[in-house]
């Protein structure tokens, strides 16, 4: 595996991804970021098994494979390197190089293969919205989700869709908030949904562009969410959510 990229082209989505890979891992290979060169992309992915963020980058010199190494490690390089650089990757054995200017780095690296699979099931539903819209909807409510709450269904931000109408709950057991409003086509069906509190925390640092249109598939079990070069998943609390109208 080799290819050339600049050190802007990297740098963020190599941030966004790092971002959801925690510290200690039970897995050692889960704090390593995926790269892979596909079709003229490189194609890097980090996962702590709940979330997973994928980016995707178009570069022009390449050489085909994928490999793992060490995410914060590889983020520091690229932070170190000044702006404009230009960093050459290259895959040798168990250990990459990275290359730039008069710089050079070796990172060890473990097998693309033994990275886990983010489990995902059929996605029978799907929206498009704005991403400034949505943002301002979830900031309008993320404050009053609960943190390590025995009732693990109120860690998380409840969606609620009716058909052309989107709404977004959250509550402490103490506050509540409800935020909504209208989405810019019809879905045809009314399906409530919640997500996961460190989920609902990625996405709002992702939703950085508010004129970028995404567009959000789920089932019963998994929510994705494209936005640009990005793909966002993630599992959904299993549970039900508690009537919140009945509180008024």
């Given at each position: 595996?080799?290819?050339?990229?600049?050190?802007?082209?990297?740098l963020?989505?190599?941030?966004?991804?790092?971002?959801v890979?925690?510290?200690r891992?039970t897995?050692?290979i889960l704090?390593?970021v995926?790269?892979?060169?596909d079709?003229d992309q490189?194609v890097?992915?980090g996962?702590?098994?709940?979330?997973q963020?994928?980016?995707?980058?178009?570069?022009?010199t390449?050489t085909?494979?994928s490999?793992t190494?060490?995410?914060r490690?590889?983020l520091?390089?690229?932070r170190?390197l000044?702006?404009?650089?230009?960093i050459?990757?290259?895959?040798q054995?168990?250990?990459?190089k990275?290359l730039s200017?008069?710089?050079?780095f070796?990172?060890?690296c473990?097998p693309?293969?033994?990275?886990?699979?983010?489990?995902e099931?059929?996605?029978d539903?799907?929206?498009f919205?704005n991403a400034g819209?949505f943002?301002?909807?979830?900031?309008k409510?993320?404050f009053c989700?609960?943190?390590q709450?025995?009732r693990?269904?109120?860690n998380?931000?409840?969606?609620n869709?009716?058909?052309?109408k989107?709404?977004?709950?959250?509550?402490d057991?103490?506050?509540?908030?409800?935020y909504?409003d209208?989405?810019?086509q019809?879905?045809?069906?009314?399906?409530?949904?919640i997500?996961?509190?460190?989920?609902?925390?990625?996405?709002?640092?992702?939703?950085?562009d508010p004129?970028?249109?995404?567009?959000?598939e789920?089932s019963?079990n998994?929510?994705r969410?494209?936005?640009?070069?990005?793909i966002f998943?993630a599992?959904?609390?299993?549970s039900?959510?508690?009537d919140f109208?009945k509180?008024?």
């Amino acid at each position: 595996m080799k290819f050339i990229i600049n050190r802007e082209e990297i740098l963020t989505p190599l941030q966004q991804i790092v971002s959801v890979i925690e510290k200690r891992q039970t897995m050692p290979i889960l704090a390593n970021v995926l790269m892979m060169i596909d079709n003229d992309q490189l194609v890097l992915t980090g996962t702590d098994l709940e979330i997973q963020i994928i980016a995707k980058i178009n570069i022009t010199t390449t050489t085909a494979g994928s490999i793992t190494v060490p995410a914060r490690k590889f983020l520091d390089i690229c932070r170190l390197l000044p702006t404009g650089a230009e960093i050459k990757f290259e895959q040798q054995d168990d250990k990459v190089k990275i290359l730039s200017n008069r710089s050079r780095f070796s990172l060890s690296c473990l097998p693309a293969e033994n990275y886990p699979e983010f489990a995902e099931s059929g996605f029978d539903n799907q929206f498009f919205i704005n991403a400034g819209k949505f943002k301002k909807a979830l900031d309008k409510t993320i404050f009053c989700m609960a943190n390590q709450d025995v009732r693990y269904y109120l860690n998380g931000l409840l969606l609620n869709i009716s058909n052309s109408k989107l709404k977004l709950v959250a509550s402490d057991g103490h506050r509540l908030s409800i935020y909504e409003d209208q989405l810019d086509q019809a879905t045809g069906f009314e399906a409530r949904i919640i997500l996961p509190r460190k989920g609902v925390l990625e996405l709002t640092r992702l939703l950085d562009d508010p004129e970028a249109d995404i567009k959000v598939e789920f089932s019963s079990n998994n929510i994705r969410i494209f936005i640009k070069n990005l793909i966002f998943s993630a599992k959904l609390v299993d549970s039900k959510y508690p009537d919140f109208s009945k509180v008024f």
